[in-house]
């Protein structure tokens, strides 16, 4: 890491500066006056008369450039449930549903890990270890009572698991040592879908800290028998990069990328029924949130309950908690939603609804 | 041919063979690249170092060189943790010593610390802190002068305030001449150490490519060749024109030789005081001004002692005066303006190399009668030389 030149002046030469300073200050202030001050507000917006960018208009925040090699892609993410982003013939290569009795289904799902390299802001590349190739990992979904069965392969370099969030004997629970699938190695995961909510899962290998942050993690949603109301339903969630390695985190996101829906705004309808599904995996940190611009929602926490439990603009989640917003957009336009923490907004995790009359 | 033209093409030629086995050898490394492959899946080493972070209305310029072995892309800058828009000139993937420019609109708060990281390709960070955000000075009619000013205060002033002891010189005996004489040399061994330590904390600042503390010597036993060459000149020009031996002259070439290697050290302090000045280093303080006055006239004194048996005229000592003092104002215009670590370093360098060079000087005329060793043990010398260290020494105090 480089100093700067100040920290290479010894303290006696710097206090013997202090000497000088009173001499020149006078007229280094004398200087300074006649020059822009900086500082926020003094700008009008628009270029400089030298052609210069304002350094305080047209910067909205946000990384520069735009990512280009993700697949699926933040957008498709976004609305993508057990696997129907994918083409009919290679998603049943992953997902298979089959009648099982009362109505239920039994429900089949292929998750393989594998070591890849994500770009999680625009030119910087993460050396993630992912649930079928993308972080976060594919959103499987249930409804309540379902059977679950999940193949999991790893084909990655270290040992993992598949923990879930849900009822299911310890023998399913993906946690203890010799729970560990070693590389080439595979496991069977079945249990009921229950309780209907929103959950989630995750990798639970040691050090879990690492296994976590790297990318192994992605959300589960049980559906209540009947379902829940129809809507647009969208999957945030919450994450973050420490990319390198100091325990901090340098990316903030909703799924993956730094400020991704500042470029492509989420497209919402007014008036429809909006349900966001929220979870928060950042790793570090000891919460993270999710605020709406010129909106309130109703909650449901983990979404266990048909009933809300709150209407607020501003949710606060620690790591592993998730919750179901709802919400009509009542004007069109843009609508910033970010991290209430300013930090990890600016660092990535900020972006925009963009509504329109339907 | 002749055996003689035949020998010295042997020569040639058995001096040439290694160079070409060599160039066949580099080829080889290149082309067919064995590094690559005993490198294995290593990640890339990335070192980005930052030389120049300057302020002004339209936000922050880094100026950001690769010391790394391995190529560097910057990926994203973040500003206080917020990733901010940025341009880069040259654009692209930086090769090992490349450099560029980067324009960060960003707004800084006057008097206030701010954040500076770079995010390469590979998620690595390279961080640079602005301690005191105030706007970069740029090069111009007014801060030339405030410059000049402070060199005249630091350099100019103090030195000729030194030179008033020269009808004292005139006036002392043998012994007064040897405490003063030695007393100088004291004052410049104090110099010298203080300007290697200088140099050597600017070194570490240096990139690792640019190998500082190697400069730093470097440059100290070439300013010392250099200036016991320009004093051997001088010698045999003026004994030329004299047509006489050595003597007295020599203790005006001494004289001279003090007043450059004074003067180079004071550019290697002016180049630190500009560069301080122009990073808003900056605190108040009247006994920090009067020691450093104190400090600096001690100087003077050093230029006129060998100076005890020699008639000078006024100019001739205003010009002494001059060497030794002024290469601060043009040492605090560069380092102000232009300051790198890299120039801090070579200065200091050269400013110990010249002041060594003066102690052995100095040292050597006083011991053309007595053994050195005979020197050392008479009381006014060895007194005269612990004085010159205390004076420097406690005068330090005073500034910090």
Same mark, same amino acid.
């Given at each position: ?172 629970d993906g946690s203890m040592p010799e729970h560990q699938v070693e590389p080439g190695g595979e496991f069977v995961y079945e249990f009921d879908a229950e309780p209907f ?21 992605? =959300? ?53 029924? =909006? ?84 | ?24 050898? !580099? ?204 004093? %051997? ?104 303006? !232009? ?14 190399? %010249? ?46």
């Amino acid at each position: 890491m480089s100093e700067s030149p100040a920290t290479t002046l010894s303290r006696r030469l710097l206090l013997r500066l202090a000497g000088i300073g009173s001499l020149g200050a006078a007229a280094f202030a004398a200087s300074r006056a006649g020059g822009a001050a900086p500082g926020y507000g003094e700008h009008k917006g628009g270029p400089h008369a030298d052609g210069k960018a304002d350094r305080h208009a047209g910067h909205l925040a946000g990384a520069v450039g735009r990512v280009t090699s993700l697949d699926p892609d933040p957008s498709v993410y976004l609305r993508s449930f057990n696997f129907s982003h994918l083409p009919a013939a290679e998603r049943a290569r992953f997902y298979r549903e089959t009648p099982i009795a009362d109505g239920k289904l039994l429900r089949e799902y292929e998750i393989y890990a594998v070591d890849r390299e994500i770009e999680i802001a625009p030119g910087v590349f993460f050396p993630a270890w992912t649930y079928n190739g993308q972080v976060p990992g594919p959103t499987l979904r249930a409804t309540e009572g379902d059977r679950v069965r999940v193949r999991f392969l790893n084909q990655g370099s270290h040992p993992h698991t598949i923990h879930f969030h849900g009822w299911h004997p310890p023998a399913m629970d993906g946690s203890m040592p010799e729970h560990q699938v070693e590389p080439g190695g595979e496991f069977v995961y079945e249990f009921d879908a229950e309780p209907f909510g929103l959950h989630l899962y995750h990798c639970h290998a040691v050090p879990l800290k690492r296994h976590i942050h790297k990318g192994l993690y992605g =959300v589960f949603i049980v559906d209540p028998p009947g379902g829940r109301p129809p809507a647009d339903e969208l999957v945030m969630m919450m994450n973050a990069f420490d990319t390198n390695f100091d325990a901090d985190n340098e990316v903030y996101a909703v799924n993956t990328v730094a400020h991704h829906h500042l470029h492509a705004p989420v497209d919402v309808k007014v008036g429809e029924l =909006v349900r966001i599904y929220v979870v928060n995996v950042t790793e570090f940190d000891l919460v993270n949130s999710f605020h709406l611009h010129g909106m309130f929602f109703d909650v449901f926490r983990t979404g266990t309950r048909l009933e809300t439990s709150e209407n607020t603009d501003t949710l606060m989640l620690c790591q592993g908690e998730r919750a179901i917003l709802e919400t009509r957009f009542r004007y069109p336009g843009r609508f910033m939603f970010h991290a209430h923490q300013s930090e990890f907004a600016e660092l990535g995790w900020m972006g925009f609804f963009a509504a329109r009359e339907a | 041919m002749s055996i003689a033209d035949r020998s010295a093409a042997v020569r040639w030629g058995i001096a040439l063979l290694p160079l070409v086995a060599l160039a066949a050898l !580099l080829l080889v490394i290149i082309r067919l690249d064995p590094a690559g492959k005993l490198r294995g899946d290593v990640p890339p080493v990335e070192r980005l170092v930052f030389e120049r972070v300057t302020l002004d209305e339209g936000g922050i310029t880094a100026r950001v060189l690769n010391d790394g072995p391995d190529a560097v892309t910057v990926a994203q800058v973040m500003v206080d943790d917020a990733y901010w828009t940025f341009t880069q000139e040259p654009a692209g993937e930086l090769a090992h010593l490349d450099a560029a420019t980067l324009r960060i609109p960003y707004p800084w708060v006057e008097g206030e610390a701010h954040a500076v990281r770079l995010v390469s390709r590979n998620g690595i960070t390279f961080d640079h802190s602005i301690d005191v955000a105030v706007e970069t000075p740029k090069p111009g009619g007014r801060l030339l002068g405030i410059f000049a000013l402070i060199g005249l205060y630091v350099g100019v002033l103090p030195v000729a305030i030194g030179l008033l002891w020269y009808p004292l010189m005139k006036r002392l005996g043998r012994r007064g001449l040897d405490f003063v004489l030695a007393l100088t040399v004291g004052l410049l061994v104090f110099l010298f150490v203080d300007a290697l330590h200088e140099g050597s904390e600017a070194a570490e600042a240096v990139p690792g490519s640019f190998q500082g503390a190697v400069l730093l010597v470097f440059a100290a036993i070439a300013a010392y060749l250099a200036i016991d060459g320009f004093g %051997a000149w001088l010698r045999r020009r003026r004994a030329g024109e004299s047509g006489g031996a050595a003597g007295a002259g020599s203790r005006a070439v001494v004289a001279l030789l003090i007043a450059i290697g004074i003067g180079l050290h004071n550019f290697g302090e002016g180049l630190a005081i500009g560069a301080a000045f122009a990073l808003g280093e900056l605190a108040f303080g009247t006994l920090l001004m009067l020691g450093f006055t104190l400090h600096n006239t001690t100087e003077g004194l050093a230029i006129v002692a060998p100076l005890a048996n020699e008639r000078v005229a006024l100019p001739r000592l205003l010009l002494l005066g001059a060497i030794a003092g002024l290469p601060t104002i043009a040492g605090a215009w560069l380092g102000g303006f !232009l300051y790198s670590p890299l120039w801090a370093v070579v200065f200091l360098g050269v400013g110990a190399g %010249a002041i060594a060079q003066v102690v052995v000087q100095i040292t050597q005329s006083m011991a053309r009668e007595r053994g050195l060793g005979e020197l050392l043990r008479s009381a006014p010398v060895a007194w005269g030389l612990l004085a010159g260290v205390v004076v420097m020494y406690a005068t330090g105090t005073l500034v910090g």
